[in-house]
């Protein structure tokens, strides 16, 4: 609950910045008549809306698990995810249009209006670096996927300036050249972000099923792993199992045993959620006919 809580006032953080960016790039945008960084500014909305969205997720991915979400609510997390990682496509799309369809239109350039743009550029990069940081304490996914979406509004911005300054002196096709290139980045993040988010929607396996067989047979007492499963839920290990134990083994003592296990696993591999069916171990040609011999 505290790192949902950080998560949520670094989203809180982010969001307010982005709404201080917008107001600039809207200011100079208007002041210079340049389309591109206009354009930039609509972006800018994008973010803020992105980040209104992500604080309402996180306050419901951080709930509780209940009765008709008993695994809990972090895959609201991934899908938070999983829609930023489609909202990059989206703007690589725009920027690919843009860069294809834009006229050659000479904007005016201003001292005060270059410095603005730059300010914004410098925040950029500062609020990337801080959420990065932030991410990788909190192993949090939708921090880390929210810091490149800003990584690429630094490299938008680097083709915005870029592009406007070189098209007052009418070097129209390099506007559309940075254009491609920035797309082609944003693309790739996005494609990164995808094939971290996928695995979770699809409920790939969290840990390799040998790696898990090997260490539960390491608890005293197991005679048998007879079935690993295990998933994510949002960026946490959930994993379910049925170990065979000694046939006259009290009930007490197995589930002693299955409690050995669970601490076990969880320690090593970082589980937070463990369901173990413990069975009887009749001995190989038992297990082969079906346990019917007794």
């Known amino acids: 609950m505290d ?8 989203i809180t953080i982010e969001g307010i910045y982005n709404f201080i960016v917008l107001i600039l790039k809207t200011v100079v945008g208007f002041a210079t008549g340049s389309l591109a960084i206009l354009s930039d500014a609509v972006h800018s909305l994008t973010d803020v809306m992105n980040n209104v969205v992500i604080w309402m997720v996180m306050r419901v991915a951080s709930k509780p698990p209940d009765y008709d979400h008993p ?3 972090r895959k609201f997390e991934t899908i938070a995810v999983f829609a930023l990682a489609s ?13 294809f369809s834009a006229e050659a239109e000479v904007p005016i350039t201003e001292p005060w209006a ?3 743009m730059a300010l914004v550029l410098f925040l950029n990069i500062t609020v990337t670096i801080w959420e990065r940081y932030w991410a990788k304490r909190l192993d949090s996914d939708i921090l880390m996927a929210d810091a490149q979406h800003t990584l690429v509004d630094v490299l938008t911005t680097v083709m915005v300036i ?23 980045m944003v693309l790739y993040f996005a494609y990164g972000l995808y094939q971290k988010v996928f695995p979770i929607l699809v409920d790939g396996y ?17 005679k048998e792993v007879r ?12 994993v379910d199992m049925r170990i065979a134990v000694d046939a006259d083994m009290p009930t007490l ?5 299955a409690h050995q296990v669970e601490d076990h696993i969880c320690q090593r591999f970082n589980i937070v959620d463990t369901s173990i069916h413990v069975e009887p171990y009749l001995g190989k040609e038992n297990k082969r006919s079906g346990g019917k011999n007794k």
């Open 227 to 238: 079935q690993v499963r295990s998933r994510w839920i949002g960026s946490k290990k959930a």
């Open 71 to 73: 695994y809990g609510h």
């Open 253 to 257: 003592e197995s589930h002693d045993l």
């Open 206 to 222: 969290a840990i390799d099923p040998d790696e898990l067989s090997k260490a539960v047979a390491e608890v005293p007492g197991v």
């Open 114 to 116: 270059l410095g603005l």
């Open 162 to 184: 870029v592009s406007w300054q070189l098209s007052t002196l009418g070097w129209w096709w390099i506007d559309k050249l940075a254009g491609i290139g920035v797309a082609a």
């Open 3 to 10: 790192k949902d809580k950080k998560v949520q006032q670094i």
């Open 87 to 99: 909202l990059l496509v989206v703007l690589a799309v725009e920027l690919i249009i843009r860069a």
